[in-house]
């Protein structure tokens, strides 16, 4: 029951209410803020005892905070009680606003669910508002403020002071400390996270830091060249940065590859290669010029650095020096091709050159000016007037087979040959004259003077004809003493000029060692066309060399 004193009760407990508000606003982190929360139910609110129930992020309630008692305060601190079990407590019992009050005589029900408390025994109230120790009385915390927000956690007080369960006015300040623990709760959870979200953001900061470190001295001191060249836009290309490595590669300060994109570096017959490769990444081999005006040939490597939301930005370029091991392959494929002694063409090499200009389609009579036109813009039609055009084979599905042999592709050119008939006629029909040469008395400078002596004879002939023939010709060592010279766009009277300058450029002794030799050559010229074999024609050239020969006067083939 209220007594006359009540207006400075109420002032007094104001005082201590707006006290124990302000210690919430002073401690320094969540745990000190639920130990002042429960302190304040103690210290400022006339309560004995007083819990705080924290709200887990699993949704139950753990016990935060005690305050009144060490014994109960080590019983049930940190002890959980599910969320099911507080949902129930705070739909029973009687409502005083948003506190919740459950009389002794309906709490007996609680006494086996699992939330944590404490056991006290006492005999019946003596008056209407006598505490019962059995009396359970719960403030809920929201994050709003009021009830229907988040749910913050529960402050659970026992044994007021005086005896009594509160009045309107104990009723009410105790609903105004929730409200102000809620607010000092929630502002020590902000502070919390703001605090981890720094400390957080440092360690992220720091690690940013250190890969950007690692990164820095991984490009500039990266054994090979590494670039770092900007994505899209006007400036697609742009070098940004580059490293010494590189700079050593070309020859160049690094101030100056700034002004450089790659597409300025790159050799011209690469730059299609360098536009796909900066297009879509990966890798190619291609050649960069140095400051001194030569190319190297580099591995470039290619990394399209993106962002999450803007896109790709910029590429990480490698570059590797392959120079050396482009001349071993380039030596092993010249090897391969050419001649040890004479550094000719050698029989592989010739068949292939000559095979490139064959197929396996003969081409039916002489190529008019329309079908030379036809030709020239991949339009050819065929002998029978239909357009030459495969729809239904592309490059890319036509077997090997008819890839090398130019049948199937619209772009080939027939070869053909001039016709047959006296060499003073020609009708202006050009082809492809294949010479083959055939030297006379090498066999006895070999066995008379030896191998050295007959090794300088090839190479003295190889030489003499190379310059005899035209840029783009080919002069080529079939074996032995046995060579071929393709010459294209000849008539019959301009093959057999050239047979006649080749074998008097052959004629003229050849100084050895000290000693003046001399060879003679038979010259047989065949045709190539469309519908032979690369062995065809040299066969067929090969025949007319044996019939030039057997057809000469023995005085004429010179040699010794």
């Not at 046995?482 to 006649?500: I, K, N, P, W």
């Not at 050895?512 to 074999?533: E, K, L, N, T």
């Not at 025949?543 to 057809?551: C, G, I, T």
Request: proline share 4%; charged share 25%.
């Amino acid at each position: 029951m209220e007594t006359e004193s009540e207006p400075y009760v109420r002032l007094a407990t104001l005082r201590q209410l707006h006290q124990v508000v302000a210690d919430l606003n002073t401690a320094r982190s969540l745990a000190d803020t639920l130990q002042t929360v429960a302190d304040g139910v103690v210290n400022g609110l006339g309560y004995e005892l007083a819990c705080v129930n924290l709200v887990r992020p699993d949704g139950d309630l753990v016990v935060a905070a005690f305050a009144g008692n060490t014994a109960a305060e080590a019983l049930i601190t940190g002890r959980v009680g599910s969320r099911d079990a507080w949902e129930r407590r705070l739909s029973m019992g009687e409502g005083w606003g948003a506190l919740r009050f459950i009389s002794y005589t309906e709490g007996w029900i609680l006494d086996e669910d699992d939330v944590p408390q404490w056991y006290t025994e006492g005999p019946e109230p003596r008056f209407e508002d006598e505490w019962h120790p059995s009396d359970r009385l719960f403030a809920p915390m929201y994050a709003t403020g009021a009830a229907g927000g988040e749910l913050l956690g529960v402050i659970s007080v026992d044994r007021p002071r005086n005896g009594r369960r509160p009045g309107a006015w104990g009723r009410e300040a105790l609903q105004m400390y929730a409200f102000q623990a809620a607010i000092a709760i929630s502002n020590a959870r902000l502070r919390a996270n703001m605090q981890r979200a720094l400390v957080r953001l440092e360690r992220e900061q720091q690690a940013l830091r250190a890969s950007e470190e690692s990164f820095r001295q991984a490009f500039e001191y990266a054994p090979s060249g590494m670039a770092i060249a900007e994505m899209g836009g006007d400036q697609h290309g742009r070098i940004l940065r580059t490293n010494d490595a590189l700079c050593r590669l070309l020859g160049r300060p690094a101030s100056a590859m700034r002004r450089y994109s790659f597409s300025d570096l790159v050799h011209p017959e690469d730059i299609g290669t360098l536009l796909r490769t900066s297009a879509e990444g990966g890798r190619a081999e291609l050649r960069l010029g140095r400051r001194d005006g030569t190319y190297v040939w580099v591995s470039l490597r290619n990394s399209v650095v993106a962002d999450a939301a803007d896109g790709p930005r910029f590429l990480l370029t490698h570059v590797e020096d392959i120079e050396e091991r482009k001349r071993r392959e380039l030596h092993l494929a010249h090897r391969a091709s050419h001649d040890s002694l004479t550094g000719l063409p050698n029989s592989a090499e010739l068949r292939s050159r000559l095979g490139a200009r064959l197929c396996r389609r003969p081409h039916a009579g002489q190529p008019s000016a329309v079908d030379s036109l036809d030709a020239a813009y991949d339009g050819a039609y065929g002998a029978d007037g239909q357009h030459g055009f495969d729809y239904g084979l592309h490059a890319a599905q036509a077997p090997n087979s008819l890839q090398q042999s130019g049948e199937g592709f619209d772009h080939h050119v027939h070869t053909v040959a001039p016709p047959e008939g006296n060499g003073d006629t020609d009708d202006g029909t050009k082809g492809l004259a294949v010479l083959f040469c055939d030297l006379d008395g090498f066999k006895s400078i070999n066995d008379r003077f030896g191998h050295h002596t007959g090794d300088a004879v090839l190479i003295e002939v190889a030489r003499r004809l190379t310059h005899g023939v035209r840029d783009g010709d080919t002069v080529a060592r079939l074996g032995g003493d046995e060579f071929v010279v393709l010459a294209d766009g000849l008539g019959r009277a301009d093959a057999q000029d050239l047979a006649v300058r080749l074998r008097n450029a052959i004629i003229p002794p050849i100084r050895v060692d000290g000693r003046a030799v001399r060879v003679g050559a038979s010259f047989g010229i065949g045709w190539a066309h469309c519908g032979m074999s690369a062995d065809e024609v040299l066969h067929s050239a090969d025949q007319r060399m044996y019939v030039e020969k057997r057809s000469r006067a023995k005085q004429h083939r010179r040699a010794g």
